[in-house]
């Protein structure tokens, strides 16, 4: 008999935990709205940090389905190593899975600090750590080493999948989504996430952290807004309930039977926009075109947007019509202002 | 469900109800001509009952809106004639007709269940998903409907069935061969029509006929009262004309659709080094695909449902041709011969009767038999024992609650619905609607409201009046009745002093003036929600 083992599945469960502290970053923190740009596999699994680079969020995630003091303080090193590094970052995290409740000073905490941790756990990790800095069972304290400790952040897995994306998403649809649609978008995202890891930058070397970017291995949060948002619009096509009110002024003055036509008439066209492999380039910047001037403008009226919009971007898909487009940005609208 | 607000008026004059609570409210005045009833029947038109309102009052030139809640969703209402606008958070609809708010509201708010008719499944109109659990103040009759659509009382009783999930069965399968038989008949006749209509075209004398009795003053009269049905009818079929031409185009979407999506099968590219054919084209700009399997198969199966729903509409407008038809028929027929010849000529009505008449109705019969032979079932012995219980069930709790409410009270109940013959004194009448209201709403676990206009109709006595008011506030779910109080009882503050009632006086409106001008305003704010939409 030959069982397979280090397969695919190993590394699933590895990259979706690398892909949940990614949304962790870029929706469920209080300083998520900061972070525009993840770097993958980088300065550390995830790195977030604001659009110039001036700050750097640290993420080191360890999905294992049992952490002892000496596997936390394994995971803890490459923070270490980050922390005594030219760069500095602002943030140093390690993404778990719920450790066991005897480790903590505070149970019921899910973010905690390195000060929520048991002295008995504290004494093993720290063995661990500096073994792993040291390169030997040498018993000396490695610079900066209780300085670090005090800096790391725990942040315990605890939330399912459609939770990380609805926080990131700020945007309602009037219909219910499952948990497995949420879940294959999820899914989009890991391998977006993990096809980034396939160039080679190993020995590699940066002076300013914004020059990570040269070796495209990041991703936006634009990005990750426009998969969204997109997402959620095409799963509207043709059955949204009713006439999004953004678009009334499209069909002011126009009999019902009129209208209706119209209203078809838009929804075949995204239904085309959805559907064509060969337009999708043009169709997706256009989706975020729309979002980042709604975002920006949220009150502005949608002829408004749709005047910005054409000047700053040229339309040449034919199915793309200017009342196709108008009836896209009222639905974008719409589920922008339902949000709150 | 829950009524949030109720409103009607114009741009002069308005009234506005917004005092409801989800729990057990009373509208009562001391005196008739306050405006109750205007109330509940504004009410339940504006969420597309039929209208009931008294001759003397002017509805068609009024705005009747209404607020409800459903799961936590709020939706307004607004109707005048048989237009109604149905506004969500973010979204509005018009609708040209009940019927067809009756498929969004199916689709979106709540479930209208499909009974059998003209053999096919159709979804029951509002006016009789209603009387689940709207008793209106006139009309009333325990031995059928209060209102009278083209749905009857074994409709209602199929549909109280399809609630319980207990759905009708079709075709039997011994039925299946004179199905088809019959099919094979009506094809035979459908053809002869066809013929028959060509041949009236060509008809030479038409010219002739024509001028010599044009002018004759009953003609004319004739005409003109024809005209309006014939207007009527042009109107119909051109919406049905369009719905036929969206439902096409949608058809030839997903033809389109399948092949914008497909992938270049002719040959294939694979990596010299693996023989891998993932061949992944990097770009930097581009990191996702512009749609997945989830939105593909979420527009797919909504254009499906577009048709599904076209489909249906387009019988409905059929149906609507049909009925007016008949109406054409009849004037016809009244009509001096000469005059039925320069009609048929003159307006060409001789093709649209033959071919709508005998040929429409021939190929919808047909298509009818079609579809049943397509779904024909065995019938389910199971399902129809279930369906005795159920009905048993639904008696007995008719019977339990009665006795609670009167002990000594002699009703049987062997029906939801009573015998023609049988008479009720009294206030037995009302006793035994209460009974049917209660029981449906418990077997059914509906989620909409109880709604009664005068409740006490009949001389309901005092103590089971206490007994009723008891039942309905146990129910936990949001009841409205209205009543009519003595002087004696108005004094001493009857519903007031409970404390599970909401009791609303109308007292103070002056007789048969319930729209004010100072509500005005409010009523123009509320229809202002709709974005200046004039109906």
């Known amino acids: ?72 303080g394994e995971s803890l090193s490459t923070l270490y190593d980050n922390y005594i590094s030219s760069i500095s970052f602002s943030e140093y995290i390690l993404f778990i899975p719920k450790l066991t409740r005897d480790y903590l000073i505070d149970s019921d905490l899910n973010v905690y600090g390195y000060s929520n941790i048991n002295l008995k756990q504290k004494k093993g990790i720290e063995k661990k750590l500096k073994e792993k800095i040291n390169g030997n069972n040498l018993g000396s304290v490695p610079p900066l080493f209780v300085d670090f400790l005090s800096k790391v952040t725990f ?117 085309r926009a959805f559907f064509d492999k060969n337009g999708c380039r043009e169709f997706w910047k256009l989706s975020e075109k729309i979002i980042e001037l709604l975002k920006d403008n949220p009150k502005n009226k949608m002829t408004e947007i749709y005047e910005v919009l054409i000047s700053k971007i040229k339309i040449r898909t034919p199915y793309l019509t200017e009342h196709t487009v108008k009836y896209m940005i009222s639905l974008v609208k719409t589920g922008l202002e339902n949000a709150d | 469900m829950q009524i949030k607000k109720i409103a009607f008026g114009d741009s002069q004059e308005a009234f506005i109800e917004s005092r409801l609570t989800g729990g057990v409210n009373v509208i009562y005045s001391d005196d008739n001509n306050r405006g109750k009833t205007l109330v509940m029947q504004g009410l339940m038109f504006s969420l597309g009952y039929e209208s009931i309102f008294p001759s003397s009052f002017h509805y068609k030139d009024k705005y009747f809106y209404s607020e409800i809640e459903v799961n936590g969703e709020s939706y307004e209402f607004l109707r005048k004639k048989n237009t109604v606008a149905l506004k969500t958070d973010g979204a509005m609809q018009i609708f040209n007709s009940v019927g067809e708010l009756r498929y969004f509201l199916d689709k979106f708010v709540f479930r209208i269940p499909k009974v059998q008719k003209d053999n096919r499944a159709t979804l029951v109109d509002l006016s009789l998903l209603y009387e689940l659990f709207f008793i209106g103040q006139d009309s009333r009759n325990p031995s059928g409907l209060i209102s009278k ?40 006749k459908l053809k002869e029509t066809k013929k028959k209509i060509s041949i009236i075209k060509q008809n030479p004398n038409v010219a002739e006929v024509f001028s010599k009795t044009f002018d004759s003053n009953k003609v004319q009269e004739k005409i003109k009262s024809i005209s309006g049905i014939n207007e009527k009818l042009s109107k119909v079929r051109r919406s049905r004309q369009r719905e ?45 695909e512009v ?45 001096p011969p000469s005059f039925q010849q320069i009609i048929l000529y003159s307006e060409q009505v001789v093709s649209e009767k033959n071919y709508d008449n ?79 209201l209660i029981a449906l709403s418990r077997a059914l676990n509906h989620d909409f409201p109880l709604i009664v206009d005068s409740f006490r109709d009949g001389e309901l006595s005092t103590n089971k009046e206490e007994s009723m008011l008891n039942i309905y506030s146990k129910l936990s779910r949001q009841v409205i009745l209205t009543s009519t109080l003595k002087d004696e009882e108005y004094n001493s503050d009857k519903y007031k002093n409970k404390n599970e009632i909401n009791a609303i006086d109308y007292s103070l409106h002056s007789d048969c003036k319930i729209l004010d001008k100072q509500n005005r305003e409010g009523f123009i704010d509320l229809i202002s929600n709709f974005n200046g939409i004039v109906l």
């Not at chain 1, 939330?159 to 219910?176: M, Q, W």
């Not at chain 1, 990570?212 to 096509?237: A, C, M, P, Q, W």
């Open chain 1, 1 to 72: 008999m030959y069982t397979f083992k280090n397969t695919e599945i190993n590394n699933k469960k590895a990259s979706d935990f690398e892909t949940k502290s990614m949304l962790y970053l870029l929706g469920m923190r209080s300083d998520s709205a900061e972070i525009e740009i993840i770097t993958v596999d980088c300065f550390n699994d995830v790195t977030g940090s604001n659009l110039d680079f001036s700050k750097l969020w640290d993420v080191q995630s360890k999905n294992h389905s049992s952490l002892p003091p000496s596997k936390i």
């Open chain 2, 291 to 335: 749609s997945n399997i989830d939105v593909r198969n979420g527009i797919l199966n909504s254009i499906y449902e577009n048709i599904t729903q076209k489909v249906e509409l387009i019988n409905d407008l059929t149906r609507e041709i049909n009925f007016l038809q008949d109406q054409l028929n009849d004037e016809m027929e009244e009509a």
């Open chain 1, 155 to 271: 942040v315990e897995d605890n939330k399912k999948i459609s939770t990380y994306i609805k926080k990131i998403s700020k945007f309602k649809n009037k219909r219910a989504i499952t948990e497995e649609i949420y879940e294959r978008i999820f899914n989009e995202i890991r391998n977006a996430q993990a096809s980034l890891k396939n160039t080679y930058i190993e020995n590699e070397s940066i002076v300013k952290p914004s020059e990570v970017l040269k070796f495209e291995r990041h991703i936006t949060k634009s990005e990750i807004n426009t998969l969204l948002i997109n997402r959620l619009i095409g799963i509207d096509v043709f059955s949204f309930p009713g006439i999004p009110i953004a678009f009334f002024s499209v069909i002011e003055g126009k009999d019902e039977e009129e209208i209706k036509d119209l209203l078809q008439e838009c929804n075949e066209n995204l239904s």
């Open chain 2, 244 to 288: 036929i031409n969206r439902k096409s185009k949608l058809e030839q979407l997903v033809s389109e659709l399948k092949s914008l999506n497909r992938d270049l099968s002719e040959g294939n590219v694979q990596c010299g080094d693996c023989g891998s054919d993932k061949i992944v084209y990097s770009n930097t700009d581009l990191t996702f």
């Open chain 2, 149 to 188: 659509g083209q749905f009857n009382k074994q409709d209602f009783k199929n549909m109280v069935h399809a609630l319980a999930g207990l759905s009708t069965s079709t075709a039997n399968l011994s039925d299946i061969q004179a199905t088809k038989n019959k099919i094979a008949e009506l094809k035979i």
């Open chain 2, 358 to 436: 005998d040929s429409f109705s021939l190929s919808r019969e047909i298509e009818s038999l079609q579809d049943q032979l397509a779904s024909s079932i065995e019938i389910d012995d199971a399902l129809k024992t279930d369906k005795k219980t159920f009905d048993l069930n639904l008696l007995n709790d008719m019977s339990s609650i009665y006795k609670s409410i009167d002990p000594n009270g002699n009703l049987t109940f062997e029906d939801i619905f009573t015998k023609r013959d049988s008479t009720f004194s009294g206030s037995e009448g009302q006793e035994f609607y209460f009974c049917k």
